[in-house]
């Protein structure tokens, strides 16, 4: 695979008080960038998985506590 010239750059600079300074730097080809947006995709699709789970799990939970009271 050869790498592209079409590469998307940016730096950013950060100066809290007189102690810290950060400076960051990042460097992307398109086939990163695509890379990366797979990589959220993923994680948004398995947390909402996740949240649909324990809202099933806890619907079950107050169905057998129902239950189980004396009516």
């Known amino acids: 695979m050869r790498l592209s010239k079409?590469?998307?750059t940016t730096r950013?600079?950060?100066r809290i008080g007189k102690w810290v300074?950060?400076?960051a730097r990042t460097?992307?080809?398109?086939?990163?960038?695509?890379?990366?947006g797979l990589?959220?995709?993923?994680?948004?699709?398995?947390?909402?998985?996740l949240v649909a789970a324990t809202g099933r799990a806890k619907a079950r939970?107050?169905?057998a506590?129902?239950?189980?009271?004396?009516g």
């Open 12 to 14: 950013a600079s950060i």
């Open 39 to 49: 990589l959220v995709s993923g994680i948004l699709l398995s947390t909402s998985v």
């Open 27 to 36: 460097d992307f080809s398109p086939p990163g960038l695509v890379a990366v």
């Open 65 to 70: 506590r129902n239950r189980s009271l004396p």
């Open 61 to 63: 939970r107050i169905e």
């Open 6 to 8: 079409d590469r998307q």
């Open 21 to 23: 300074e950060l400076d």
